[in-house]
């Protein structure tokens, strides 16, 4: 099983940016998947998950910002970032939720202020 995540970059505070992340299992679409981040010297974090079915769930300090979402014929899970602050500033991976599959290599997002 691969996890695959682009799409991150250098934005302004304030800006945008969409993350893709494809995943290589027939499963896909019976999996509850999430995004995760790791800031630099800090834990990896939960960010955003999605059901099955479409059911959505986010932390706090993204809530209303973050927008996650999924096409299971494709196998790939998305995440729409807005207003984006310097906190936002990590490497961010997909995974399933919980996670159990190997992780990826992540995709920097770097927010400047």
């Known amino acids: 099983v691969q996890l695959q995540a682009y799409g991150g970059g250098l934005v302004q505070a304030g800006g945008s940016l969409r993350l893709s992340c494809t995943v290589s299992i027939s499963s896909f679409r019976f999996r509850a998947m999430g995004w995760y981040r790791q800031a630099p010297e800090k834990k990896r974090e939960m960010v955003a998950q999605?059901?099955?079915?479409?059911?959505?769930n986010y932390s706090d300090s993204v809530k209303g910002r973050f927008t996650i979402s999924r096409d299971n014929a494709k196998k790939t899970v998305h995440l729409q970032m807005n207003s984006l602050k310097p906190d936002d500033t990590a490497v961010y991976y997909c995974?399933?939720?919980?996670?159990?599959?190997?992780w990826g290599q992540g995709t920097l997002v770097t927010v400047s202020s």
């Open positions: 995974n399933d939720a919980p996670p159990n599959i190997a």
């Open positions: 999605i059901s099955s079915s479409g059911r959505t």
